[in-house]
T-cell receptor
Framework: NAGVTQTPKFRVLKTGQSMTLLCAQD?????MYWYRQDPGMGLRLIHY???????AKGEVPDGYNVSRLKKQNFLLGLESAAPSQTSVYFC?????????????FGPGTRLTVL | AQSVTQLGSHVSVSEGALVLLRCNYS??????LFWYVQYPNQGLQLLLK??????LVKGINGFEAEFKKSETSFHLTKPSAHMSDAAEYFC????????????FGKGTTLSVSS
Protein backbone atom coordinates (compact mmCIF):
# COMPACT_ATOMS: atom_id res chain seq x y z
CA ASN A 1 0.00 0.00 0.00
CA ALA A 2 1.85 3.08 -1.27
CA GLY A 3 -0.61 5.66 0.13
CA VAL A 4 -0.03 9.10 -1.42
CA THR A 5 2.88 9.43 -3.82
CA GLN A 6 4.23 12.53 -5.56
CA THR A 7 6.29 12.85 -8.71
CA PRO A 8 8.90 14.29 -9.01
CA LYS A 9 10.58 14.70 -5.62
CA PHE A 10 12.80 17.57 -6.75
CA ARG A 11 12.74 19.93 -9.71
CA VAL A 12 14.57 23.06 -10.79
CA LEU A 13 12.89 25.32 -13.36
CA LYS A 14 13.81 28.52 -15.07
CA THR A 15 11.42 31.47 -14.96
CA GLY A 16 8.74 31.05 -17.60
CA GLN A 17 9.03 27.29 -17.94
CA SER A 18 6.06 25.04 -17.34
CA MET A 19 5.71 21.78 -15.48
CA THR A 20 3.19 19.38 -14.00
CA LEU A 21 3.33 17.77 -10.59
CA LEU A 22 1.62 14.43 -10.25
CA CYS A 23 -0.10 13.17 -7.14
CA ALA A 24 -1.40 9.62 -6.97
CA GLN A 25 -3.28 7.81 -4.22
CA ASP A 26 -4.21 4.15 -4.03
CA UNK A 27 -6.72 4.41 -1.17
CA UNK A 28 -9.79 5.16 -3.30
CA UNK A 29 -10.16 8.56 -1.62
CA UNK A 30 -12.69 11.05 -2.94
CA UNK A 31 -10.99 14.25 -1.75
CA MET A 32 -7.56 15.42 -2.87
CA TYR A 33 -5.61 18.59 -2.14
CA TRP A 34 -2.55 20.55 -3.14
CA TYR A 35 -0.74 22.68 -0.56
CA ARG A 36 2.42 24.72 -0.67
CA GLN A 37 4.72 25.09 2.32
CA ASP A 38 6.95 28.11 2.76
CA PRO A 39 9.16 28.92 5.77
CA GLY A 40 7.19 30.60 8.53
CA MET A 41 3.94 30.36 6.58
CA GLY A 42 2.68 26.89 7.39
CA LEU A 43 0.80 25.08 4.64
CA ARG A 44 -1.51 27.01 2.36
CA LEU A 45 -4.15 25.41 0.20
CA ILE A 46 -3.74 25.92 -3.54
CA HIS A 47 -6.57 23.85 -5.07
CA TYR A 48 -8.62 20.89 -4.03
CA UNK A 49 -11.02 18.33 -5.47
CA UNK A 50 -14.00 16.62 -3.88
CA UNK A 51 -14.34 14.04 -6.59
CA UNK A 52 -13.31 12.92 -10.05
CA UNK A 53 -13.83 15.69 -12.58
CA UNK A 54 -14.28 18.44 -9.97
CA UNK A 55 -11.81 21.05 -8.73
CA ALA A 56 -12.01 24.18 -6.62
CA LYS A 57 -9.74 27.05 -5.67
CA GLY A 58 -8.08 27.31 -2.31
CA GLU A 59 -6.34 30.17 -0.56
CA VAL A 60 -3.50 30.75 -3.07
CA PRO A 61 -4.62 29.52 -6.53
CA ASP A 62 -3.04 32.19 -8.75
CA GLY A 63 -0.46 30.85 -11.19
CA TYR A 64 -1.59 27.24 -10.82
CA ASN A 65 -4.05 24.97 -12.59
CA VAL A 66 -5.26 21.50 -11.64
CA SER A 67 -7.04 18.55 -13.14
CA ARG A 68 -8.69 15.45 -11.68
CA LEU A 69 -9.45 13.29 -14.71
CA LYS A 70 -9.03 10.07 -12.76
CA LYS A 71 -10.08 9.51 -9.18
CA GLN A 72 -6.65 8.38 -8.10
CA ASN A 73 -4.68 11.24 -9.68
CA PHE A 74 -4.56 14.96 -9.02
CA LEU A 75 -2.29 17.05 -11.24
CA LEU A 76 -0.91 20.49 -10.40
CA GLY A 77 0.31 22.59 -13.32
CA LEU A 78 2.47 25.68 -13.49
CA GLU A 79 2.06 27.28 -16.92
CA SER A 80 4.74 29.94 -16.53
CA ALA A 81 6.86 29.43 -13.44
CA ALA A 82 7.93 32.41 -11.33
CA PRO A 83 10.53 32.60 -8.53
CA SER A 84 7.67 33.23 -6.08
CA GLN A 85 6.55 29.66 -6.76
CA THR A 86 9.72 28.26 -5.25
CA SER A 87 8.30 26.11 -2.47
CA VAL A 88 7.67 22.62 -1.20
CA TYR A 89 4.43 21.23 -2.57
CA PHE A 90 2.39 18.65 -0.71
CA CYS A 91 -0.47 16.59 -1.97
CA UNK A 92 -3.01 15.09 0.40
CA UNK A 93 -6.11 12.93 0.20
CA UNK A 94 -8.98 11.89 2.45
CA UNK A 95 -11.89 9.44 2.06
CA UNK A 96 -14.40 12.25 2.35
CA UNK A 97 -14.63 15.47 4.25
CA UNK A 98 -11.65 15.82 6.60
CA UNK A 99 -14.13 16.85 9.30
CA UNK A 100 -14.61 13.14 9.84
CA UNK A 101 -11.73 11.49 8.08
CA UNK A 102 -7.97 11.70 8.35
CA UNK A 103 -6.14 13.59 5.66
CA UNK A 104 -3.07 11.71 4.40
CA PHE A 105 -0.08 13.54 3.01
CA GLY A 106 2.49 12.68 0.38
CA PRO A 107 6.24 13.16 0.90
CA GLY A 108 6.39 16.47 -0.96
CA THR A 109 7.98 17.95 -4.08
CA ARG A 110 10.70 20.54 -3.65
CA LEU A 111 10.52 23.04 -6.52
CA THR A 112 13.05 25.77 -7.19
CA VAL A 113 12.39 28.42 -9.82
CA LEU A 114 15.45 30.39 -10.90
CA ALA B 1 -12.42 33.93 8.74
CA GLN B 2 -11.51 30.79 10.63
CA SER B 3 -7.84 30.69 11.60
CA VAL B 4 -5.39 29.24 14.05
CA THR B 5 -2.51 30.92 15.81
CA GLN B 6 0.47 29.01 17.08
CA LEU B 7 2.32 30.90 19.79
CA GLY B 8 6.06 30.51 19.45
CA SER B 9 7.69 29.54 16.20
CA HIS B 10 10.41 27.68 18.08
CA VAL B 11 10.30 25.78 21.37
CA SER B 12 13.32 24.17 23.00
CA VAL B 13 13.16 21.61 25.80
CA SER B 14 15.49 19.16 27.47
CA GLU B 15 15.00 15.45 27.10
CA GLY B 16 12.55 14.30 29.78
CA ALA B 17 10.97 17.74 30.20
CA LEU B 18 7.35 18.66 29.58
CA VAL B 19 6.45 19.64 26.04
CA LEU B 20 3.81 22.36 25.61
CA LEU B 21 2.95 23.70 22.18
CA ARG B 22 0.27 26.34 22.04
CA CYS B 23 -2.57 26.73 19.57
CA ASN B 24 -5.49 29.15 19.67
CA TYR B 25 -8.32 29.24 17.18
CA SER B 26 -10.70 31.99 16.21
CA UNK B 27 -14.27 30.90 15.89
CA UNK B 28 -17.66 31.60 17.37
CA UNK B 29 -18.48 27.91 17.32
CA UNK B 30 -16.22 24.96 18.15
CA UNK B 31 -14.43 23.82 15.04
CA UNK B 32 -12.69 20.57 14.21
CA LEU B 33 -9.07 20.82 15.41
CA PHE B 34 -5.99 18.83 14.51
CA TRP B 35 -2.33 18.53 15.33
CA TYR B 36 0.07 17.28 12.67
CA VAL B 37 3.80 16.53 12.95
CA GLN B 38 6.37 16.88 10.21
CA TYR B 39 9.75 15.20 10.59
CA PRO B 40 12.64 16.56 8.52
CA ASN B 41 12.20 16.05 4.78
CA GLN B 42 8.93 14.18 5.22
CA GLY B 43 5.24 14.80 4.74
CA LEU B 44 2.78 15.53 7.54
CA GLN B 45 1.46 12.88 9.88
CA LEU B 46 -1.68 13.19 12.01
CA LEU B 47 -0.96 13.25 15.76
CA LEU B 48 -4.51 13.71 17.02
CA LYS B 49 -7.81 15.41 16.31
CA UNK B 50 -10.71 16.93 18.19
CA UNK B 51 -14.18 16.39 16.78
CA UNK B 52 -16.33 17.32 19.81
CA UNK B 53 -16.49 13.80 21.26
CA UNK B 54 -14.15 14.45 24.21
CA UNK B 55 -12.24 17.55 25.32
CA LEU B 56 -9.06 15.64 26.18
CA VAL B 57 -7.74 13.93 23.11
CA LYS B 58 -4.96 11.36 23.16
CA GLY B 59 -2.79 10.87 20.14
CA ILE B 60 0.17 8.89 18.99
CA ASN B 61 3.66 8.91 20.53
CA GLY B 62 2.37 9.97 23.97
CA PHE B 63 0.97 13.33 22.89
CA GLU B 64 -2.36 14.69 24.02
CA ALA B 65 -4.29 17.93 23.62
CA GLU B 66 -7.10 19.53 25.57
CA PHE B 67 -9.86 21.53 23.94
CA LYS B 68 -10.80 24.54 26.07
CA LYS B 69 -13.74 26.42 24.65
CA SER B 70 -13.50 29.27 27.18
CA GLU B 71 -9.92 29.93 26.11
CA THR B 72 -10.39 28.99 22.42
CA SER B 73 -7.30 26.86 22.81
CA PHE B 74 -6.10 23.42 21.79
CA HIS B 75 -2.62 23.12 23.27
CA LEU B 76 -0.48 20.05 22.63
CA THR B 77 1.40 18.42 25.51
CA LYS B 78 3.66 15.50 26.24
CA PRO B 79 4.82 14.77 29.79
CA SER B 80 8.37 13.74 28.90
CA ALA B 81 10.16 14.80 25.74
CA HIS B 82 12.26 12.37 23.75
CA MET B 83 14.96 13.20 21.25
CA SER B 84 12.83 11.64 18.53
CA ASP B 85 10.11 14.28 19.15
CA ALA B 86 12.23 16.95 17.47
CA ALA B 87 10.13 18.04 14.50
CA GLU B 88 7.79 20.75 13.27
CA TYR B 89 4.27 20.71 14.64
CA PHE B 90 1.24 22.21 12.97
CA CYS B 91 -2.13 23.02 14.44
CA UNK B 92 -4.99 23.00 11.91
CA UNK B 93 -8.70 23.70 11.88
CA UNK B 94 -11.80 23.02 9.80
CA UNK B 95 -14.84 25.23 10.32
CA UNK B 96 -17.70 23.33 11.85
CA UNK B 97 -20.45 24.30 9.47
CA UNK B 98 -18.59 24.22 6.22
CA UNK B 99 -15.16 23.74 4.80
CA UNK B 100 -13.60 20.85 3.04
CA UNK B 101 -9.94 21.51 3.75
CA UNK B 102 -7.62 22.11 6.65
CA UNK B 103 -6.42 25.61 7.53
CA PHE B 104 -2.97 25.38 9.06
CA GLY B 105 -1.12 27.47 11.58
CA LYS B 106 2.38 28.62 10.78
CA GLY B 107 4.00 25.83 12.72
CA THR B 108 6.21 25.41 15.78
CA THR B 109 9.62 23.81 15.59
CA LEU B 110 10.40 21.67 18.62
CA SER B 111 14.04 21.11 19.53
CA VAL B 112 15.02 18.55 22.16
CA SER B 113 18.43 18.63 23.77
CA SER B 114 20.11 15.91 25.78
Amino acid sequence: NAGVTQTPKFRVLKTGQSMTLLCAQDMNHEYMYWYRQDPGMGLRLIHYSVGEGTTAKGEVPDGYNVSRLKKQNFLLGLESAAPSQTSVYFCASSPATPRGYTQYFGPGTRLTVL
Amino acid sequence: AQSVTQLGSHVSVSEGALVLLRCNYSSSVPPYLFWYVQYPNQGLQLLLKYTSAATLVKGINGFEAEFKKSETSFHLTKPSAHMSDAAEYFCAVIPNQAGTALIFGKGTTLSVSS
